[in-house]
DNA sequence: AGGAACAATGAAAGCGATTGCATTGATTCT
DNA sequence: AGAATCAATGCAATCGCTTTCATTGTTCCT
């Protein structure tokens, strides 16, 4: 037999099929009874609601769309576990697409998954501001790590943690210090760049700045290297990946961390801790990212034209291995 | 306005909707004139085809679902970019679900997307055989890392790579392994598990097991704890994150490698080139893994119970850092 | 010239659900 | 008792599209 619809169970029971489908929908419309007949027979076909079919008359397709910007990088993973938990829990399927590093596949992707989803999430954009205006245009939409007036965001905010940061090594009596910047398109990295220099003015210590370097292992490497070339006892690297490939950088040339150096990393992604010696880096909440996430974008969807909301999470710092006491300036190499 | 529909181009061209939606669907049967006038209508308007609409008749989703067993394994992006650009080439998009390392939850995200999707890929399943084989029940279904017989899947093959890791070693001077066992109910585990004393036994040389471990850094450390009780100068570790566990315990006791042991690992993750050393390992052919496992789908869905298919694409041997000459037996700690 | 073959189009029937409105008894109120 | 109210249900329209079948000119044979 064929799969069994809201008419099969209809004729079964000897009801209209309206009656069946308000069993599913408004439940307390419907005498007991017919109810429970209803589900048992329901059960018994093993009836599936079509998604296309409600879809079509409610407008909803009960699907949110989720875009990174590259899958591989670790920050996503736990982001994507959270943000698909919640989704989940308001009764949504999730949609994810990788852009692969891409800007313009990112505003591809928002386009080809409108009408699939009733709203999507952008995670740390590389495209333009005005690029994802447009691209979001009609569509509910919130923008993760990366703030614009007229589209909802989520944003981790590093800054005060970072702050963390720079209290923790200068009391381990470090003055000297990097700034290793990240990629000059991310506005995680801008913001992060900002919130150092803040703190090295504000603190009156030297502050060294390098890059931009890309947010690779690769990079890393090069950011460590070009921080042999300065005095700086210790270094802020742009993220975990970036601050790991500094640490093997460093390894390989025999400069000794936290002996040498100190190296603070930002994310605290799965790299951090497995690596020798486990970095000192600022922890993003994550699960609280993608909730807030969801629920804003939900509420986005639920009154289309709303105002646009704007949440900002603070990172926390964490100390580990990867800093200690400073031995004073060094000479290059 | 409202959405733009076939109806409102159709009338603004003076057509019927059955032709416009020709246009789109078979435009060879639509005469030029005709066919391009509603194409510019179509882009003015901003029309997009609605999915609903058209999964309601067609009963096509144009969706595949991808359920991972742990997003967080950093096995699993490389093969979830592969998987979605295959799809995307194939006019598909894709429903990404974590099963959190549950079983229970696998089996019910395949019910959940049943429906939604035309198909599904359950990656490196932990349930049961026979929880998948009714999970998937009338629903196009391919494995990732699992034979099924009455199940098509896709499944990468280490065995001869992990031979030549053998040969590698052995070449080296090694003589006495360790093998650091993975989950239990993983069966890439038991697989490379029975390769690698496939391997020992025809080279004669002594293997000593170990484990099982879980597959992550903690579980890599205990693997290198147990190692150092034992006298193998070489260990085949289950994948690269306990490889990498164990590099930790190892570096954290002052033991060198490659000096005084070799540590291989498995699946070349963006780890085993990060990490100091860098891991031999062995690496698996992601892009074919995901575009073989689409393909394969995609086939099923288009001739359901059609015999299942089976693939097994082989991994490769990398060295690296990780291994090199045996320095003979040592003490235990 | 008369009909076959064909190309281009339209009319209309679904696909499987939701939902506003109408209908039907039963209950309550005055 | 008759009107008003209410709970439970059915009817039928609708969502936007695809697709079969019928219709209409055209072109091409013989």
Same mark, same amino acid.
């Not at 460093?250 to 040339?253: D, F, N």
């Given at each position: 037999m064929s799969k069994p619809t809201i008419?099969?169970?209809?004729? #079964?029971?000897?009801? $209209?099929?309206?009656?069946? $489908?308000?069993?599913?929908? #408004?439940?307390?419309?419907?005498? @007991?009874?017919v109810r429970e007949q209803v589900t048992a027979?329901? #059960?018994?076909?093993?009836?599936? @609601?079509? @998604?296309?079919? #409600?879809?079509?008359?409610t407008g909803r397709a009960e699907t949110i769309g989720l875009i990174v910007s590259d899958i591989t990088n670790p920050f996503f993973p736990l982001l994507v576990r959270s943000i698909q938990r919640t989704a989940e829990r308001m009764g949504s399927s999730v949609m994810l697409?990788?852009?692969e590093e891409s800007a313009a596949a990112e505003v591809r992707h928002v386009a080809r998954l409108r009408g699939r989803v009733d709203g999507v999430i952008v995670a740390s954009p590389r495209s333009s501001s005005a690029a994802l205006r447009e691209a979001a245009k009609g569509l509910p939409c919130v923008l993760l790590n990366r703030p614009l007036r007229d589209l909802s965001s989520v944003i981790c905010d590093n800054? $005060?943690?970072?702050?963390?940061?720079?209290?923790?090594?200068h009391k381990h009596g470090h003055r000297s210090f990097a700034l290793l910047a990240g990629p000059s398109a991310s506005w995680a990295a801008a913001r992060r760049s900002q919130a150092i220099r803040g703190w090295a003015r504000g603190r009156g210590v030297e502050l060294t700045e390098l890059g931009p370097f890309r947010a690779t292992f690769k990079g890393g490497r090069q950011a460590g290297a070009a921080l042999l070339e300065t005095g700086a006892t210790a270094a802020f690297a742009f993220d975990d990946l970036t601050a790991c490939g500094v640490l093997a950088e460093?390894?390989? *040339?025999g400069v000794a961390v936290p002996g040498d150096r100190s190296v603070v990393g930002c994310d605290d992604v799965l790299l951090a801790r497995t690596v020798t010696p486990s970095l000192t880096t600022v922890t993003a909440p994550m699960d609280d990212l993608g909730a807030?996430?969801?629920?804003?974008?939900? *509420?986005q969807i639920e009154a289309p034209g709303g105002a646009p909301e704007h949440h900002r999470l603070p990172g926390v710092f964490v100390a580990r291995d990867s800093t200690g006491h400073s031995t004073g300036p060094r000479s290059t190499s």
């Open positions: 008419y099969s169970i209809a004729q #079964r029971c000897g009801v $209209s099929a309206a009656t069946v $489908s308000r069993v599913f929908n #408004r439940p307390e419309l419907v005498s @007991p009874r027979v329901a #059960r018994e076909l093993g009836y599936l @609601p079509n @998604p296309a079919a #409600r879809g079509l008359v697409v990788d852009a800054t $005060s943690a970072l702050f963390d940061a720079g209290e923790h090594l460093l390894a390989g *040339r807030t996430a969801v629920q804003v974008l939900t *509420r």
